[in-house]
């Protein structure tokens, strides 16, 4: 096993955990450790979603010139 990638993936849940935290999408319980989680609307999420990662591809495609002859 991977322990590099393994440490690094519980190293990614915890910074999305805390970012949802910060948020208020999400609230921690320190005494228990226990992560809850609001309900959320889900169509709403990949409609925001689309907008900005095609905003950010179109920022990748314009720094790396992209398109250009």
């Known amino acids: 096993m991977?322990?590099?990638l393994?440490?690094?993936l519980v190293y990614l849940a915890c910074l999305a955990a805390s970012g949802?935290?910060?948020a208020g999408?999400?609230?921690f319980d320190l005494a228990t450790g226990t992560l809850d989680i609001r309900p959320f609307n889900l169509?709403?999420?990949f409609g925001a979603?689309?907008?900005v990662v095609s905003s950010a591809l179109a920022s990748v495609a314009l720094l790396r010139g992209w398109g250009r002859r």
């Open 2 to 4: 991977n322990w590099n």
């Open 6 to 8: 393994a440490r690094g």
């Open 20 to 22: 949802l935290a910060m």
């Open 25 to 27: 999408l999400a609230d």
């Open 43 to 45: 169509y709403a999420l």
């Open 49 to 51: 979603g689309g907008g």
